[in-house]
């Protein structure tokens, strides 16, 4: 008898080690997001899709114009988040007896990465735009110069001119042979 109530502890203990798990396991397996900004203009079509993979079509266009389209993973956790949410959850399970699951585990599932569509557009197999927009029109071959030509042949900004506000306060006139401005109190 006693052995049989032992042997379903035992199997109780498993189940709960198992049931307690699934919120961390999938915490620890969500995707990692894709930072688009690590995408910069003049970056290669070949080093893009060393990166990423083959995408899930291409356009091409006439002039040398292309684009490719992505379904990437570009919201969420990166890996210090994965981790810091995967060890609250494992304390949690620890200090519920794994109650905390019943919680978490569907919490997990509904909060899950999505794919999202994010467009890449080249003109002679060199990066000119990234967005997340797969609507968004590809740029005009003149907006594809080198980043450095653009501001080589800019002209330079005009002047701005800083014009101090009036201030609230009445003029006081200073002492004679000072020409400190009156001080208001905010």
Known sequence: MRKTMAAGRVIMLGGLVLIAGCSVYMESNRPTPVKLADYGSGQSRESVIGRLGAPASSTQYPGGDSCDLYQLYTKGYGTGGKVATAVVE?????????????????????????????????????LTMVSDNPDAPIPAASAVDPPGAARANAEPAPAVSATAAPSPAPATPSPQGTNTPPQTDF
């Open 90 to 126: 494992s304390a949690a399970d620890v200090f519920t007896l794994g109650l905390a699951e019943v919680v978490l585990t569907p919490t997990e599932a509904a909060t899950k990465n999505e794919l999202h569509p994010v467009k890449f557009c080249y003109h002679d197999q060199k």
